[in-house]
């Protein structure tokens, strides 16, 4: 069984401060996702990595994907109250399984202003 | 362009009666994944159907079934509920079956069994 481990679990943080959630596994995925959820609402899709090291850029907001492909990472720069949200992290497995997305536990985001 | 919608949007059920969750695709969308997501977790896999037929199924008892229509839209079925079964159903559609499409998320069934 593949599983994502996601944290911080919770993090409660000043408008203007950085922050960086992680998402780590001991297996290997063929893809990452990163979604946020807002209360309410479904997931909604921020950006999808697929080579290991691979970074992409979304505004203030960074994704890595490890050498490995085995772990991942979000950095927002210069947090906002509108970055305030449910971070969840969900990785497909490739092969006979890539129709599986796997989600992380999820980081509950609070930007004060 | 129409997105991706769930009926009804709370539902409260007694244990050991029978649900069924709606789910309405996004145009063009042939693919629809159920998920399971309880309080303070993520979302868990419940199974897809590609075109009318079970594509892939994750870790949750014969109880849950579902169906998609020549239309794609889809249902979910729990028979038996326990009150484990209160979650939060999302569905998902997408462009093909493969996780490399987009899944568009609809806003979920709040299910309470009690």
């Known amino acids: 069984t593949q599983l994502l481990e996601q944290s911080p679990q919770f993090l409660s943080i000043q408008e203007g401060e950085n922050l960086t959630v992680y998402c780590n596994s001991s297996?290997?995925?063929?893809?990452l996702q990163w979604y946020r959820q807002e209360p309410g609402e479904g997931p909604v899709l921020l950006v999808t990595v697929v080579t290991g090291g691979e970074v992409k850029k979304l505004k203030r907001l960074t994704f890595q994907f490890g050498d490995a492909r085995k772990d991942s990472s979000l950095h927002i720069t210069a947090a906002q109250p509108g970055d305030t949200g449910l971070y969840l992290c969900?990785?497909?497995?490739?092969?006979?399984?890539?129709?599986?997305?796997?989600f992380g536990k999820g980081t509950l985001l609070t930007v004060n202003p | 362009e129409t997105g991706v919608t769930q009926s009804p949007t709370h539902l409260i059920k007694t244990r050991g009666q029978q649900v069924t969750l709606r789910c309405s695709s996004q145009s063009g969308h042939n693919t629809v994944s159920w998920y399971q997501q309880a309080l303070g977790q993520g979302p868990q896999f419940i199974f897809q159907?590609?075109?009318?037929?079970?594509?892939g199924r994750g870790n949750f008892p014969p109880r849950f079934s579902g169906l998609q229509f020549p239309n794609y839209s889809s249902e979910l079925n729990v028979n038996a509920l326990e009150l484990d079964d209160s979650a939060l159903y999302l569905c998902?559609?997408?462009?093909?079956?493969?996780?490399?499409?987009?899944?568009?998320f609809g806003p979920g069934t709040r299910l309470t069994v009690l």
């Open positions: 969900a990785g497909a497995a490739g092969g006979g399984s890539n129709y599986k997305l796997t």
């Open positions: 159907y590609y075109r009318e037929e079970e594509n």
């Open positions: 998902a559609s997408s462009p093909g079956a493969s996780s490399y499409n987009e899944q568009f």
């Open positions: 297996s290997v995925f063929s893809s």
